[in-house]
C-alpha cells in the first residue's frame, strides 16, 4: 500500500500553495493513502519522521519510507513520484 503523508504548517505560506495542488493529485490516485500532519498538532509523529521543515511530503510503501519531497514542488513532481512506486 502506498501512503502519501503531508507535513505542515498552518503558519506556512508554502504549505497552503500546496494544498490545493495535494488535493488534484489525491483525486487522481483513488487507491492511495494521502494523510495531512500539522506539525504543531502532531509533534509526535512528525518526529518519528524527522521533519525538520515544511512543507514536507513523504511516501511511504509497505510501511516503509520511499520518497521525500522537500518544499512545495510541482503537481507533475507528486504525480510522478506516486507512479514510480505504484509498479
Request: net charge neutral.
Amino acid at each position: 500500500m502506498i501512503e502519501v503523508k503531508k507535513f505542515y504548517g498552518e503558519w506556512c505560506v508554502p504549505c497552503k500553495r500546496l494544498a490545493p495542488v495535494i488535493e488534484e493529485v489525491k483525486s487522481q490516485f483513488p487507491n492511495v493513502k494521502f494523510e495531512n500532519y500539522d506539525v504543531d498538532v502532531h509533534s509526535d509523529v512528525a518526529s518519528k519522521f524527522g521533519i525538520r521543515s515544511v512543507p514536507t511530503v513523504v511516501i511511504v510503501k509497505d510501511g516503509v519510507e520511499v520518497k521525500r519531497i522537500m518544499g512545495a514542488q510541482s503537481k507533475i513532481a507528486y504525480e510522478s513520484s506516486i507512479n514510480e512506486h505504484l509498479l
